[in-house]
Structures are given as C-alpha cells and as structure tokens.
C-alpha cells in the first residue's frame, strides 16, 4: 500500500508563493507517476501537472504552465508543488495522487490520493 499527505496549504495573497508537500510512504517502489490535482468549489477536479519518476519528466495543465514546478525529494520521500504567481482562481483543494505502471494492456490509473490541502488566494 501507499499513503499519501498532503500538507502546506494555506490563505495567500494574489501574487504570493506557496509550496504544497505530498509525503509519500509505503511502498513506494511501485510507483510510476504522481499526480497533483486541484478542486475548486462547485467545479470537477482538475488535473494539475504530474512527474514520472523514473526520469522526473513533468507535464502541466496550461492554467498553471510556466507559474507551477513539480519536484521531487528521494531522501525526503516527498513530491513538491511549487506555485508561483497565485492567482485567485488557484483557489481549491489540492490534492496528491499517485500510482504505479500497468499491466500490459491496461491503462494507467492513480491508485492512490491524499486528503487533500486548501489552498486560499485572494486579497
């Protein structure tokens, strides 16, 4: 199993930066990708940006390109999301995900997520 929590959420202005840390624990040998995922209120989740760990490759939604920065830590065993430039629209529940690679012939899939963190930008 894998268990995941998410910390470091908090009320921020517009323009300020905030660093969300998804630990991870378990076994986490399993694990392909993480995922970080947003939910405001009254919309779906959205997907966030994601990294592959085996080569730290990242991947983000164009909402927040160029203003969010996945990393990672091994020793740490922790997952960072860097925000930059918050916007109020950033405002949401964050969550973290993970899951490992698939059976040949099945699709990808985050397994596992954490409780989530809620991140407040506004002035």
């Known amino acids: 199993q894998v268990q995941l929590v998410e910390s470091g959420g908090r009320s921020v202005q517009p323009g300020d930066s905030l660093r969300l840390s998804c630990a991870v624990s378990?076994?986490?040998?399993?694990?392909?990708?993480m995922g970080w995922f947003r939910q405001a209120p009254g919309k779906e989740r959205e997907f966030v940006g994601a990294?592959?760990?085996?080569?730290?490759?990242?991947a983000y939604a164009d909402s927040v390109k160029g203003r969010f920065t996945i990393s990672r830590d091994n020793a740490k065993n922790t997952v960072y999301l860097q925000m930059n430039s918050l916007k109020s629209e950033d405002t949401a529940v964050y969550y973290c995900?993970?899951?490992?690679?698939?059976?040949?012939?099945?699709?990808?899939?985050?397994?596992?997520w954490g409780q989530g963190t809620q991140v407040t930008v506004s002035s």
């Open positions: 995900a993970a899951g490992g690679t698939p059976p040949v012939g099945r699709r990808f899939m985050y397994e596992y």
């Open positions: 990294l592959a760990w085996i080569d730290s490759t990242t």
């Open positions: 378990g076994r986490t040998f399993t694990l392909a990708t």
